[in-house]
């Protein structure tokens, strides 16, 4: 008994002491789960502290304009430009008709190469031909009357000095034969005009040359001086004929380039039916005088066309080079500020603050635009300042993106000529060349 009531006690005791392990592992768990609440309350706190700076600081960032600055830059050494141009022939000769009728026949077409006085069409003119032999038949009559004329007053003469005939009789049959032959000189003007007339029957070629153009058709009818008539009543002319052994080339440049315009002028002109190939231009002549409402100067070029590849009418462009001045500083377009203060760049100092300050620009080269005054080789610029930009504001800045602004780096000092570099010929001139000399007769 006393062992069963041990073996008893010991068995309760046993049952009694299991359920501590598991109270022990509850607290261990509501421990931690409390600790990773912990953990995770302050990681959030921390983040949204963080958070919040970071956006603080973004917004104070974000609350200063960020700008690219660039530094300018030394001019071009070479300036180039390039305008479009008209290739004209060296004569052209629009062909109207000096008498009126129909056409009776052509003998050139388009195209056709023609010798100075060929035959280009004939007119039938039966109205110009009743004339002419009307006005024949008149000085006949004129030519008959005038020998009666002489042979009567020649027989008055003769009786001058007797009692037949007065004195007064015989002045008037002398002044009579001296009216006749009046008439017959009217009569013989009249007749040589309508023969120059005649000759206008034939439609012949001024000089050498190319029949451009060709409106006239066999029934057409022809209007003296006026042309063809067509339906409408327009007037055209009958042939063009275009002497194209040399092109005369019409460019307009503008006023801002007039200074390269000079006798050793040349331009290589590019032509879209040759796209492989460029042809050289001489300077002929220049207008010496603007066009009012485009500001430009027509100037002349000239090129050879021996071998006629060259078309009148045609369009090309013309490519110029003249020496730029490296001297110049040059900011592109979008640098420049136009208020009302004036012309003005805005600079960013040491302290990251910006001032505008006006400036004289110069020649506008395209994307660039030369600055004569208000801006030294180290300012920064700010390049494509917003419209809202103040002076004294703070700004931030950025970099700029490649190939699309001009350097931003501080430029390098340049080194100082040397002594015998100074007498370097820098004229304007172009390298000398034969160029034709001046002709006449210039179309544009």
């Not at 300018?72 to 008709?97: D, E, F, M």
């Not at 490296?326 to 040491?350: C, H, K, S």
């Amino acid at each position: 008994m006393s062992a069963q009531n041990e073996g008893g006690h010991d068995h309760t005791e046993r049952h009694d002491t299991q359920p501590a392990p598991s109270s022990s592992r509850r607290k261990l768990g509501i421990a931690l789960v409390g600790g990773a609440a912990v953990i995770l309350a302050v990681v959030g706190i921390v983040e949204r502290h963080s958070n919040y700076m970071n956006l603080a600081q973004e917004t104070a960032r974000d609350a200063t304009p960020a700008v690219q600055v660039i530094y300018p830059q030394p001019g071009p050494s070479v300036r180039k430009l390039s305008l479009p141009a008209n290739i004209a022939a060296w004569y052209q000769a629009p062909i109207y008709a000096q008498v009126s009728g129909y056409v009776k026949m052509w003998y050139k077409d388009f195209g056709a190469v023609v010798k100075a006085g060929d035959v280009l069409a004939e007119i039938d003119t039966p109205g110009l031909d009743a004339q002419y032999a009307a006005a024949k038949a008149n000085l006949n009559v004129a030519q008959a009357r005038y020998k009666l004329a002489q042979i009567t007053a020649k027989r008055w003469k003769a009786l001058q000095g007797t009692q037949a005939v007065s004195q007064q009789e015989v002045d008037v049959q002398a002044a009579n034969a001296e009216a006749q032959k009046a008439q017959v000189e009217a009569a013989e003007h009249e007749v040589e005009r309508f023969a120059a007339l005649e000759g206008f029957k034939k439609i012949v070629a001024p000089f050498d040359g190319v029949v451009t153009s060709r409106f006239a058709d066999v029934g057409d009818y022809v209007n003296a001086g006026r042309g063809d008539v067509d339906a409408h009543g327009n007037a055209t002319e009958l042939f063009s004929v275009a002497d194209v052994h040399a092109m005369r080339v019409f460019v307009a440049v503008p006023q801002d380039y007039a200074d390269i315009i000079s006798p050793r002028l040349e331009a290589d002109l590019s032509i879209p039916q040759y796209p492989d190939r460029t042809f050289k231009a001489k300077f002929l002549a220049t207008a010496s005088a603007f066009n009012a409402s485009t500001r430009t100067v027509t100037t002349e070029l000239t090129l050879d066309n021996k071998s006629g590849e060259l078309w009148p009418n045609s369009y090309a462009t013309a490519h110029f080079s003249a020496p730029g001045d490296e001297d110049m500083l040059i900011l592109p377009e979008g640098a420049i500020i136009f208020r009302a203060e004036g012309t003005q760049v805005a600079l960013v100092d040491d302290s990251n603050h910006v001032h505008l300050v006006n400036v004289t620009v110069g020649t506008n080269l395209g994307t660039t635009v030369q600055i004569l005054s208000g801006v030294k080789k180290t300012d920064r610029v700010v390049n494509s300042p917003s419209a809202g930009l103040l002076d004294g504001q703070e700004v931030r800045i950025v970099k700029g993106t490649p190939g699309y602004n001009l350097p931003s780096k501080k430029p390098a000092t340049k080194p100082k000529p040397a002594a015998d570099d100074t007498n370097k010929d820098d004229t304007r001139a172009m390298p000398e060349d034969e160029r034709p000399g001046p002709e006449a007769g210039g179309r544009q």
